[in-house]
């Protein structure tokens, strides 16, 4: 069965450190690849997407994402976090299955950052 | 930038009772979705719908849960007879293509007391 894991369950972080969020899923067909956030007490936000071409993705406030098909992994990445990334972060995975889609989130990783 | 919008922000109800969550997905758009996600646990895919009917659902949707589009705009999650375990954040999310990221609506608060 597809799946999607985010190892990382809880990161502490100072401001200005690196950030780097695991994401590997399991599926060996096509795949589009996700990472939303949440911050809190507020809905989901989609923070970068792949869906080909480039592994190395943008997305918005800093963060970038590599797609690493040989690893089946999607880690999230941003080079100086910022008090303002507390949040919590979700990689999600959209799998094609005899036509159909199935869009399948990771358990999500809480992160927090001191100022 | 448009947005999806739900209503009611928080809904208590009893134990029983039949309750409809509200969403108003973005306008071009042609898929809609419901995710709940219960306190602490991850967000869990319900069902999708597209041209007026359900495409796919997961194993949560039960018989106690309907969706409709009444009126081309709106698009509901009916719970028949709510369960404590049903208490979660429904989440409504709505995309133009099926290929594309969703855009989530801020979602509504359920409590089943």
């Known amino acids: 069965a597809q799946s999607v894991s985010q190892h990382n369950h809880h990161v502490i972080l100072s401001e200005a450190a690196s950030l780097e969020l695991g994401c590997n899923y399991s599926?060996?067909?096509?795949?589009?690849l996700f990472w939303y956030v949440q911050y809190p007490g507020q809905h989901l936000q989609l923070l970068l997407k792949?869906?080909?071409?480039?592994?190395l993705v943008k997305g918005i406030k800093g963060f970038e994402a590599e797609f690493i098909k040989s690893k089946f992994s999607f880690n999230l990445r941003k080079p100086s976090v910022q008090w303002s990334d507390t949040a919590e972060y979700f990689c999600?995975?959209?799998?094609?299955?005899?036509?159909?889609?199935?869009?399948?989130f990771g358990t999500g990783t809480r992160l927090k950052v001191l100022a | 930038e448009p947005e999806v919008t739900q209503t009611p922000s928080h809904q208590v109800t009893q134990m029983g009772q039949e309750v409809i969550l509200r969403c108003v997905p973005i306008?071009?758009?042609?898929?809609f979705y419901w995710y709940r996600q219960i306190l602490g646990q991850k967000v869990e895919f319900l069902v999708s719908?597209?041209?007026?009917?359900?495409?796919?659902k997961s194993e949560i949707f039960d018989d106690q849960f309907s969706v409709e589009r009444p009126d081309g705009s709106n698009f509901t999650l009916k719970i028949r007879s709510t369960k404590l375990e049903d208490s979660a954040m429904y989440f409504c999310?709505?995309?133009?293509?099926?290929?594309?990221?969703?855009?989530f609506g801020s979602g509504t608060r359920l409590t089943v007391v």
């Open positions: 599926y060996g067909g096509t795949v589009n």
């Open positions: 719908f597209y041209n007026n009917e359900i495409s796919e």
């Open positions: 999310a709505s995309s133009r293509e099926q290929v594309d990221g969703y855009t």
């Open positions: 306008s071009n758009h042609l898929y």
């Open positions: 999600a995975v959209k799998a094609t299955t005899s036509g159909t889609y199935k869009y399948i």
């Open positions: 792949y869906f080909s071409g480039d592994p």
